[in-house]
């Protein structure tokens, strides 16, 4: 939907004041059809569900769903009981908003926009805030001083400083990953549409060198596998002499055409982007049960 990573068509709120009166138009647009398929699969997964047979899809379902649920009472115990709709509902959120932006015309995942992960920390830390002080008051802060006091008094600072930067690096952590996969796309299409050929005398060196570390290694496998009278292991040795010849052929052929050699990249990112949205959205839900583990405890001293 966007050229250009970081750059967003607006939506213009003039009952709103600056700098609250622009929202990222696609990026608005992307998440409320996010939440859409999020209701529309587990609506329809619930009302489908099996009686006597359950199919795949359902163990893999429910594998997710014990898993988290079982996460989030082992950490937190029976406190955690009641937060455990909100872990997996976070879980699945987080995951289709990192991985929406592979699907094909969408083209990009509204956790690469800050402001997206901003409101998901943002909304998270509230929250844990808000049940620290229904479960102990305002006495719930007493855990930024540690004891004893004579220590907790100087290193008050600190620990503000920890409780305040929890937002900005749930926010960052998944804004950065969630981009970086982004900007790794539109690099491999620049360089695939630039036409970029690798001139003579780089990749023939390249080659050249590989080739013969190849023949060193399989010499120095060779001769341990004789001293040890066992079989040589020459895999690795086969595959890097196999990268030097065809560096060397390219490059006698005319040059090492990069950009025709990028093209099988983009499937690489698509997986690799894949993986990192599923980790990126484990990482948030179980970071955030972890800073439940406070506001949820009988007491808050340490």
Do not use: C
């Amino acid at each position: 939907m966007q050229e250009t990573p970081g750059t967003h068509p607006l939506w213009h709120l003039p009952f709103l004041p600056p700098p609250f009166n622009t929202a990222h138009a696609d990026t608005v647009v992307i998440t409320w059809l996010a939440m859409v398929l999020a209701l529309v699969i587990v609506g329809l997964l619930a009302a489908t569900h099996p009686i006597t047979v359950v199919s795949k899809r359902y163990s893999v379902m429910e594998l997710v769903v014990g898993y988290l649920a079982e996460t989030t009472t082992g950490i937190l115990g029976k406190a955690g009981l009641p937060f455990v709709p909100f872990i997996i509902s976070l879980f699945v959120f987080i995951l289709l908003l990192n991985e929406i932006g592979l699907f094909p015309l969408i083209g990009r995942s509204p956790t690469a926009d800050l402001n997206t992960t901003a409101a998901l920390a943002i909304t998270t830390i509230l929250l844990i805030q808000l049940v620290g002080i229904r479960n102990h008051g305002l006495g719930y802060y007493k855990h930024l001083v540690i004891k004893p006091l004579f220590l907790g008094i100087p290193m008050l600072p600190i620990t503000l400083i920890d409780e305040l930067a929890r937002p900005v690096t749930l926010a960052m952590r998944l804004f950065g990953n969630i981009f970086a996969g982004e900007i790794l796309l539109v690099v491999v299409a620049a360089v695939i549409t630039a036409g970029i050929v690798l001139a003579f005398h780089v990749p023939i060196v390249i080659g050249i060198s590989l080739v013969v570390f190849a023949l060193l290694v399989a010499g120095l496998q060779s001769a341990r596998a004789r001293r040890q009278k066992t079989a040589p292991r020459l895999a690795l040795a086969i595959l890097i002499f196999a990268v030097g010849a065809v560096a060397t052929g390219l490059s006698l052929a005319g040059g090492l055409p990069i950009s025709k050699i990028a093209v099988v990249a983009p499937l690489a990112i698509y997986f690799f982007n894949l993986i990192i949205g599923a980790i990126q959205a484990a990482v948030f839900t179980l970071l955030t049960i972890a800073y439940l583990i406070t506001p949820t405890q009988e007491t808050t001293e340490h």
